[in-house]
């Protein structure tokens, strides 16, 4: 089934799936219901970082040097873990401005530079080349190799290269067509497409599945397992030494650092990745799971290229068959077809989301400023007059996606056999990396100028151009081969792979040192010497404080001049359309409680600010600028108006944080004076119902001895028996009374602090004996069971032996009061833990509730007889036996079920342990 | 904002724990003979501290603030 026909009609169907989604989504989207505002198609957009390179060419890299390929994705995620800090002020700046893309953004952060824009739009370009022509390779050669099942032949071996070279520049030229039916069916003023986020997230996961599915089948399906690949692998001599791949690699730990950090500034500039994280990204919460999922895939894409780099190198030991092509080449080894055209698909899908997002976000960059700037300042062909430009902004970008494709094409042709995928690829790596100084000093260091800027990524990139595309061309026979063996005019120490003599590093190792000296350099040199223009002054400062700067209307504050609104209108309409254009009118005017076009609005230079950001949308912040000048008459500032009025806003920030913080203290302080007040309420509440209790707690006794003194009094022939009786109950309440004035005595004494206590060593098991000695008669009266569960000995505590036993006759006391009535039982334990003692009095009456629980020790709380309602004591003891033992040092509580009685527990410190904590 | 800061603190701190994990001589503790479940050790190594370093990353990004 794998006939020629056959595979270019499924890839064509294919290509129509893509296209079917891409168009579902756009429509979605117009319908105001997008189906890419998610963080997981955010996320699988974002692996658009995984091309042909790494579906082929991570299994060619491990063949060779084992981990080697790991650093193009570890260096990604320790990238991603500082997209925190560093992606979302790359989003917000870019949300402000209305960054188009990458080049835009660099011109916008320098003063709206066309010249800088320009440039990085060159750097881009032809950096980007080899890395297109990467793909085109990978799609013709694997569409060659699978032509040939059953046979395993690699395409150089087919001896008809042009014949293979034509398939190439076919797949360019259906890639450019469908790139151009991709991104530019229209003109978003946001440089929007969802339509193709959406395709992209859907290749992503064709591709993970394509090699999940391969390097499944190898690893379990041909072998038994990791463990069984690497067993094999090991037992060959060849093998073995790849085990410990880093020793034999010659610099292996300097290749693995560098192509970590190449990997890092690629994650973030290369003009796809740009385009995907921070153009098409609708949501910056959708950063939030991106971080870990995006890692995530790369991590599951790399599980299996160990294994199928081995296993490859196993199938084909005599090395005729190209380690790149192993992923291909396993399943037709293996007679699977059907997994061989998955894979076919995989590699396509990995090819073509790499060739459309990549040659949109240029195609974007050449239109917006490397085309625009310079045709806006042609004044002979008079753009300004021209109503309507859109139709000439999507022509220039179809031209740029066909030019950038054809030549993708031609480096191919010209230099594209000489190096295997990786190597290809890692010289794209490498041109992007010299974006990083200028981006990242840009947004974190206001002192980066335009000159600055200019000179880093001119040096880095004249160093890139000669010490890695220069012999690149080179090695393909089209620049002579003396230059790499004998330097330029024979001057050895200008030898491209080893200038100025520093040899025995990596190709790219070597570029990336030089190019990264010369670039960082010039950047913070020039920087530093050349002084900024009030335009560089006002953009680094929008930049670098952006999140200070609340708004898009940050950069009104710094324009001045007169403009008017037809103007201004007829400039929008000409980019953007009419209709496009009076809804951005209405837009801003209803932010405003306006009505347009009815009311007229202000040209003011807010307006012109927006008109401006709304342009920059649609043609990139430089020409924007050139535009909005056309039709206004501006007056420029100076750098120390600029200085002036940054000063003002961040002393204004300043003098703001001061009040916040001020407003902040008064409002702690407010909180502090409202609580302490609620604590004095809370006193004075407990005074009077303490008052209030005491006299109810006085006048009980006092009313029954008054009632019996009565009776006595009045009825004087009352019998002996009765008058007994009676004289006892006045004895008794006497004695009541009695107790409670000392017991509110000893209280106000404990509270006030002037209460008197004996300290001395106390034997807590002498207490408890003599308590339970006291009350002996008591349990027998009442017919109760007492378990004392006390050890031989234990440690003295310093202690009152008076108040002590107060404390143990309340609650042992109270446990009689409350036991069972019928089977009374109380159990006294009492032990030592940790420098604790500690005892628990246990009773099996009725139980506390545990609302009750901790009110119980306060003053006059008294828990109801559950039977009769009627309370028993005074309600003070357990609140004067706590304070006792808390003034020695202790802590008592109590824990209960109802039901299944209660059992009060205090603990004191021993004396040694009081000792030692007091010292 | 300040919730944002130390959050960004944290991520910084992660990304400097693993430019440690992935380098000279922690990488270099691993590069020796013999296998884990089967697995070279350098290897073995790598996948699991790469995993190991997603984790935290997913619990950073997931984990409130």
């Known amino acids: ?919 | 904002m300040s919730d944002f800061e130390s959050k960004g603190q944290r991520f910084v701190a992660l990304c400097m724990l693993g430019m440690l994990m992935f380098n000279f001589p922690i990488l270099a503790l691993f590069n020796v003979a013999g296998t884990l479940f089967g697995v070279p050790v350098l290897y073995a190594y790598i996948f699991i501290a790469w995993g190991a370093l997603i984790a935290l990353m997913a619990y950073l990004t997931e984990s409130g603030g």
Request: hydrophobic residues 50%; proline residues 4%.
């Open chain 1, 1 to 919: 089934m794998l006939h020629g026909t056959a595979i270019i009609l499924i890839s064509f169907a294919y290509l129509g799936l893509l296209f079917a989604i891409a168009y579902y989504a756009d429509e979605r989207a117009d319908a105001g219901r997008p189906v890419i505002a998610s963080p997981y198609i955010y996320s699988l957009s974002l692996a658009v970082y995984a091309t042909a390179w790494t579906f082929y060419g991570s299994v060619g890299r491990a063949a060779s040097d084992g981990v080697g390929f790991l650093p193009i994705y570890i260096g990604p995620t320790l990238m991603i873990a500082l997209w925190w800090v560093v992606l979302r002020k790359i989003l917000r700046i870019s949300k402000q401005n209305r960054i188009t893309s990458l080049a835009d953004f660099v011109a916008s952060r320098y003063g709206k530079s066309a010249l800088l824009g320009g440039l990085v739009t060159v750097i881009a370009v032809i950096g980007i080349l080899p890395y297109i022509s990467l793909q085109l390779k990978a799609v013709s050669n694997s569409f060659w190799i699978l032509v040939q099942y059953p046979d395993i032949i690699m395409p150089t071996e087919l001896g008809a290269a042009p014949m293979r070279q034509d398939t190439a520049l076919w797949v360019a030229m259906i890639l450019a067509a469908f790139t151009i039916a991709f991104g530019t069916r229209h003109l978003d003023a946001a440089e929007h497409h969802q339509g193709m986020v959406a395709a992209i997230a859907f290749e992503s996961l064709v591709k993970l599945l394509a090699f999940l599915a391969v390097g499944a089948f190898v690893t379990f399906g041909v072998y038994d397992g990791f463990g069984d690949v690497f067993a094999r692998a090991a037992a060959q001599p060849k093998l073995r030494a790849m085990m410990t791949p880093l020793e034999g690699v010659a610099g292996g730990y300097s290749n693995w650092v560098w192509l970590t950090i190449l990997s890092m500034m690629a994650i973030m500039f290369l003009p796809r990745q740009f385009q995907v994280a921070v153009i098409e990204n609708v949501d910056e919460k959708h950063l939030n799971k991106a971080i870990w999922l995006f890692p995530a895939y790369m991590l599951a894409i790399n599980i299996f290229v160990l294994p199928i780099a081995f296993g490859g190198l196993l199938r084909f030991p005599d090395g005729s068959v190209d380690a790149d092509t192993f992923v291909l080449t396993l399943p037709m080894a293996e007679k699977q077809e059907l997994l061989a055209l998955l894979v076919f698909i995989g590699g396509l899908s990995a090819a073509t989301g790499m060739v459309i997002v990549e040659t949109i976000a240029l195609s974007t960059m050449v239109c917006n400023d490397l085309v625009m700037p310079v045709l806006l300042r042609l004044r002979r062909l008079r753009l300004n007059e021209r109503p309507d430009l859109t139709g000439l902004l999507l022509g220039i970008r179809r031209g740029a996606i066909v030019l950038i494709l054809l030549l993708g094409y031609l480096y191919f042709k010209l230099a594209g056999e000489a190096y295997a995928l990786v190597s290809i690829g890692l010289i794209s790596f490498a041109a992007v990396a010299q974006f990083a100084p200028a981006i990242l000093g840009g947004i974190f260091w206001k002192g980066g100028t335009r000159a600055g800027a200019l000179s880093g990524l001119i040096a880095g990139f004249i160093v890139w151009f000669y010490a890695l595309f220069l012999p690149a061309l080179a090695r393909s026979g089209w620049v002579p081969i003396s230059l790499l063996e004998h330097g330029p005019f024979g001057i050895e120490l200008l030898k491209p792979l080893q200038l100025f003599g520093l040899a025995g590093l990596d190709q790219i190792n070597h570029a990336m040192i030089w190019s990264m000296i010369a670039n960082v350099g010039a950047y913070v040199g020039v920087s530093l010497y050349v002084s900024p223009s009030a335009d560089e002054h006002r953009q680094a400062s929008l930049f670098v404080d952006v999140f200070k700067h609340a708004g898009e209307g940050g950069g009104a504050r710094f324009w001045r001049g007169t403009a008017s609104v037809p103007d201004l209108y007829n400039l929008l309409a000409r980019f953007l359309g009419s209709a496009a254009a009076d809804s951005a009118f209405a837009e801003y005017a209803s932010a405003r409680q306006l009505h347009w076009p009815d009311q007229q609005l202000a040209a003011d230079a807010e307006l012109v600010h927006y008109v401006e950001v709304q342009l920059a949308g649609a043609i990139g912040g430089a020409s924007a600028r050139i535009m909005v000048a056309s039709v206004v008459k501006e007056e420029r500032l100076s750098v120390d108006e600029v200085r002036d009025i940054l000063d003002e806003a961040s002393q204004v920030v300043v003098y703001s944080h001061r009040l916040e913080q001020k407003s902040r203290e008064l409002e702690a302080a407010t909180t502090e004076l409202r609580e302490a007040n609620e604590r004095l309420k809370e006193l004075d509440r407990l005074k009077d119902d303490f008052v209030s209790t005491v006299t109810h707690e006085l006048r009980t006794p006092l009313t029954s001895i008054r009632a019996f003194t009565e009776i006595l009094l009045d009825e004087p022939d009352v019998d002996l028996g009765q008058r007994k009786k009676f004289l006892g109950i006045i004895t008794k309440e006497t004695e009541r009374l009695t107790r409670l004035i000392n017991q509110v005595l000893d209280l106000s004494k404990i509270e006030s602090g002037k209460a008197e206590w004996v300290e001395s060593p106390v034997d807590m098991k002498e207490v408890i004996d003599d308590t339970l000695a006291a009350m002996d008669q008591l349990f027998k009266d009442k017919n109760i069971t007492v378990e004392a569960r006390l050890p031989e000995k234990v440690s003295t505590v310093t202690a009152d032996l008076d108040r002590m036993i107060q404390v143990m006759l309340n609650l042992v006391s109270n446990a009689v009061k409350f036991c069972d009535r019928a089977h009374g039982w109380i159990e006294i334990a009492l032990g030592e833990k940790d420098g604790w003692l500690r005892v628990d009095v246990r009773d099996n009456g009725p139980g506390i509730n545990p609302a009750d629980q901790t009110e119980i020790f306060s003053k006059f709380h008294q828990v109801g007889d559950t039977l009769t309602g009627k309370p028993h004591g005074s309600g003070l003891g357990l609140h004067i036996s706590r304070q006792i033992v808390e003034h020695f040092g202790g802590r008592m509580w109590v824990e209960s079920v109802l039901g299944r009685g209660a059992c009060f527990s205090f603990t004191l410190p021993t004396r040694a342990a009081a000792a030692a904590r007091a010292a």
